[in-house]
């Protein structure tokens, strides 16, 4: 079922048996003589205790076989532990369809763009078809933009992808059709996206997987913003891999935003012939996540369950929603008339929109930066990159809340001078126009 989705690089992949027998290891009983890997010594590491505290909850420490444990190697798929925890709040979480969560698997991932950079060698090939919104995270565009790609872009607007876009788009071909220009996957961001910060709708996401379907499609939910929304969970849209009923959804999720960015885990979950593909791409390359930052969430989570979990979860959407409601008091102060923007639902981004001017990015990119504010010009998140681009994005996860207010002042200054240079620009073309030049 999934072979026209491989790429002929990850066709050309076969197991490693280190790592394989690492796996076995992992579950072998305690009779079992291990000469097979060059494990190292775990004797030698020089690191004899972790304590880390944890805030309202008890610290938690490694000594001893515990934290040579979670010094040494781990199977490529990840801790046997946290997957296990990983697989209880998937199927909490996203109560998944039957038929499909008996052939799922999931598998640890260095953050989930690690999960993602390996999806995308597993299917694609210099020139293949790619599926994505007008405006992507920069991140997947640089991990897709060296197979020289061809780009087709679907258009978007405040609640996220337009599927009667994608609909036009994939006209061009046939249901079923065996081509080699027609895409393999769509990627796509559905819940407080970067950088536009809209949550897709639930009639949307079914019109859309339902294309999806019937182009023979997969669907990449890159979701590292699920944690992180604003709207009452009542009116929350159930997840692409929630209503997936055809075994074509990869899902990827990260703890980034939760947890820790630097402890660099993410996850991947969907079919497992194609996470089992994922798995030889990290064999590999980074062999399998931190082994200690994954016993140090699996320990975090054992003392959480999925009430404190989710208590956590409560806590960080509330206090992001918070900072996003203060910079958009500070924009509506500033920007009314200069820029237009709509509510994030999710995600840490103010996406911004102005209208008489033709490109942002020379006004950030080098007079903003001589303001001291900093900004990301929409550019960045376009597939076509030679394209001008009238968007900017502001992020208020980082900043001082005390500082909103001044930045958006500057930003107000700073469109307003633009508008004046970019009048004075168009005055010359004109001119130029109107005398032959």
């Keep these: 079922m999934y072979s026209r989705f491989i790429s002929a690089v990850s066709a050309g992949r076969q197991p490693s048996l280190i790592r394989e027998m690492t796996k076995i290891l992992a579950a072998a009983p305690p009779e079992m003589i291990p000469l097979s890997g060059g494990f190292p010594n775990p004797e030698m590491f020089p690191f004899k205790n972790l304590t880390i505290s944890v805030e309202n909850g008890s610290p938690i420490s490694l000594s001893g076989k515990s934290l040579q444990s979670a010094l040494q190697y781990l199977p490529t798929n990840g801790h046997p532990a946290l997957l296990k925890q990983l697989r209880d709040l998937q199927l909490a979480v996203h109560k998944p369809d039957e038929a499909i969560w008996s052939n799922t698997d999931i598998v640890v991932t260095s953050g989930s763009q690690d999960g993602l950079c390996k999806a995308f060698e597993m299917m694609m090939d210099k020139g293949s078809s790619v599926l994505v919104e007008d405006f992507v995270y920069s991140g997947t565009l640089s991990i897709i933009n060296p197979y020289q790609p061809k780009y087709h872009t679907i258009e978007s607007d405040d609640k996220g992808m337009i599927p009667e876009s994608l609909k036009k788009v994939l006209s061009q071909w046939t249901p079923g059709e065996e081509s080699s220009t027609i895409p393999k996957f769509l990627y796509i961001n559905p819940t407080g996206a970067n950088p536009t910060g809209t949550v897709l709708p639930l009639e949307r996401r079914h019109e859309i997987y339902r294309l999806c379907c019937e182009y023979n499609l997969l669907l990449l939910e890159d979701d ?132 008489g001017l033709t490109s942002t990015w020379d006004m950030i990119m080098e007079r903003g930066l001589k303001k001291n504010i900093m900004l990301m010009p929409g550019k960045a998140f376009q597939p076509d990159l030679d394209k001008p681009c009238s968007y900017l994005r502001a992020a208020f996860s980082i900043a001082p809340e005390d500082k909103f207010e001044p930045a958006m002042e500057r930003l107000a200054e700073l469109v307003k001078e633009e508008l004046k240079i970019e009048k004075i620009k168009r005055k010359y073309e004109d001119v130029g126009h109107d005398t032959g030049h």
């Excluded at 390359?285 to 699996?298: C, G, P, R």
């Excluded at 320990?299 to 009430?307: I, K, P, R």
């Excluded at 509506?332 to 999710?346: A, F, M, N």
Aim: charge should be neutral; charged fraction near 20%; hydrophobic fraction near 40%.
């Design 224 to 355: 590292p913003y699920y944690y992180l929304q604003f709207e009452e969970k009542s009116l929350r849209p159930p997840s692409f891999f929630s209503l997936d009923t055809e075994g074509r959804v990869l899902r990827f999720d990260s703890f980034s935003k939760i947890l820790s960015s630097g402890i660099r885990l993410g996850f991947v979950t969907g079919p497992k012939p194609l996470i089992d593909r994922i798995v030889l791409h990290m064999q590999v390359s980074v062999l399998h996540a931190s082994s200690l930052s994954q016993v140090i969430t699996t320990n975090l989570l054992d003392q959480w369950g999925h009430e404190g979990f989710f208590n956590h979860i409560d806590n960080v959407e509330n206090f992001y929603k918070n900072r996003r409601d203060k910079m958009l008091e500070a924009a509506d102060k500033h920007l009314t008339g200069l820029c237009e923007y709509s509510v994030p639902l999710g995600g840490m981004f103010l996406w911004m929109k102005v209208p």
